[in-house]
């Protein structure tokens, strides 16, 4: 399943933060979303997972449009947030059959999730007991649990060290062989390492849409390019 982006629009107030976005991707693809602050990369993701609705426009999956179906589209959409809301009281385990009784998952998903994001060794502890990189890995986790065909990544590797990222973008790489990602991100390097295609943001609009080796040709390296394109 892929996902169909048509004239996306969203104000808040007199600002518009997205200017009639319109793209495709195919299932199988990892796209990196980038942009500067202020772009409109959060808005978008938000528009996409049914968090918030947009003022124009609509989104496809599968051709159910998000507006018109939230439940059935939401079910099939996996959304890691920035921040990455957890309970940092519960138990791994524990929050993750949380997650799966909300979503009415089978409850022997969960084990089969804890072992796919690596989080076998730390499931029998408190959230707030671990670290940062398994902490993004009970997010990933959260994300994945009801099968989506959809994830939405929102910088995905924020605060953690190298092995952590490495790890993390190994996850990325496996789960987008059989699903449609995209990852919203700030750096250069993780959109190099993870991504088939470059989206690029600012002001609310598409200022690029490229496949990476494409992209990458036209310009020394990531950082040229978007410096060109958003200045």
């Known amino acids: 399943m892929g996902i169909v982006i048509k004239d ?4 808040y107030g007199n600002q518009l933060a997205l200017d009639k976005v319109s793209f495709s991707i195919k299932k199988g693809e990892v796209v990196g979303l980038l ?3 202020g772009a409109g990369k959060s808005t978008l993701m938000k528009s996409v997972s049914g968090a918030i609705l ?14 018109k179906h939230p439940l059935e589209t939401k ?3 996996g959304f ?17 059959r949380f997650v799966a009784d909300i979503r009415k998952v089978k409850k022997s998903l969960v ?13 029998h502890k408190k959230i707030k007991q671990l670290s940062k990189g398994y902490k993004q890995r009970v997010g990933l986790a959260q994300a994945i ?3 989506p065909d959809i994830l939405i990544l929102d910088e995905s590797t924020n605060g953690l060290d190298p092995n952590q990222i490495l790890e993390i973008r190994e996850l990325i790489r496996s789960i987008g062989q059989s699903k449609t990602v995209i990852l919203s991100t700030h750096i250069m390097q993780e959109v190099e390492a993870i991504c088939s295609r470059v989206i690029l943001l600012n002001h609310g609009k598409v200022v690029s849409d490229s496949p990476i080796e494409e992209f990458k040709g036209q310009y020394k390296n990531l950082e040229e390019a978007f410096h060109k394109l958003t200045n």
């Open 111 to 123: 084990d089969e999730v804890i072992e796919r994001v690596g989080l076998t060794p730390e499931s």
């Open 75 to 77: 079910k099939r959409i």
């Open 35 to 37: 942009g500067p602050n």
């Open 80 to 96: 890691l947030p920035e921040n990455n809301p957890l309970y940092y009281e519960m138990y791994v385990k524990e929050y993750l």
């Open 145 to 147: 649990l009801s099968d």
């Open 8 to 11: 996306l629009t969203k104000k």
């Open 54 to 67: 947009p003022d124009g426009g609509d989104v496809l999956l599968n051709e159910f449009s998000v507006l």
